[in-house]
């Protein structure tokens, strides 16, 4: 079966410290994989990944994915409180996207 | 600039009701989708819809019916609710068809069924 999984399910950090937030899969007919940032109510796409080792960048966030051993990471560097929110990771399948649980980040000041 | 709209934003109901949550979308896409949200459990998809006229189950279809009244709006509805149905509904769209890039979501639905 098609799943999709992200750890760690929960983190608190500090700010100014960087996270890496991990999502593996394993789907059929991959096409390509998506962050997105939840905060209060409706998730907001950060990044489309489709070819290994090809890094996305937006200022402090970054993500890249390997193919290969079927897995992304998203990297936030010098966190801010307002990066707290659930980062869900998606992979987009024929017909359909598939979800991972979310990982919460909590950052404190 | 509304993007994708739902209707009712929360609602209560007793085991039994049934009740229709409303999406509208006005960025022309064509496939829209229903995703229900619950904790630990990530967002699973209800049904979607890649074009006017047509729509698919999807991971979680049973208890819900589906219907795509034109291209902007996709409703969802609960004809005897049941406690497991209680979760957060998010409508969302995307341009092309199902599985080809970004979706865009609505603001949510919070639905108790006591």
């Known amino acids: 079966e098609d799943k999709v999984v992200q750890s760690p399910l929960s983190l608190v950090v500090h700010e100014g410290d960087t996270v890496t937030l991990n999502c593996s899969y394993e789907?059929?007919?991959?096409?390509?994989l998506l962050w997105y940032k939840q905060e209060k109510k409706a998730p907001t796409f950060l990044f489309m990944l489709?070819?290994?080792?090809i890094e996305k960048k937006s200022g402090r966030l970054s993500s890249i994915l390997d193919k290969k051993e079927l897995f992304s990471i998203l990297n936030i560097t010098a966190t801010q409180t307002g990066d707290s929110a659930i980062y869900l990771c998606?992979?987009?399948?024929?017909?359909?996207?598939?979800f991972g649980a979310g990982t919460r980040l909590t950052v404190k000041p | 600039n509304a993007g994708v709209t739902q209707t009712p934003k929360f609602q209560v109901l007793k085991t039994g009701q049934s009740m229709t949550l409303q999406c509208a979308q006005d960025?022309?896409?064509?496939?829209m989708y229903w995703y229900r949200q619950d904790p630990g459990m990530g967002l699973r998809l209800i049904y979607y819809?890649?074009?006017?006229?047509?729509?698919d189950k999807g991971e979680v279809p049973n208890g819900y019916n589906v219907s795509r009244l034109n291209k902007r709006e996709f409703s969802l509805r609960l004809e005897s609710a049941a406690p497991s149905q209680t979760s957060v509904y998010f409508c969302?769209?995307?341009?092309?068809?199902?599985?080809?890039?970004?979706?865009?979501f609505g603001e949510g639905s919070r639905l108790t069924v006591l």
């Open positions: 969302a769209s995307s341009v092309d068809t199902p599985g080809t890039g970004e979706l865009f």
């Open positions: 789907v059929t007919n991959f096409r390509s």
């Open positions: 489709t070819s290994s080792g």
């Open positions: 998606a992979v987009e399948r024929n017909n359909d996207m598939r």
């Open positions: 960025m022309n896409h064509n496939s």
């Open positions: 819809s890649a074009s006017e006229g047509t729509t």
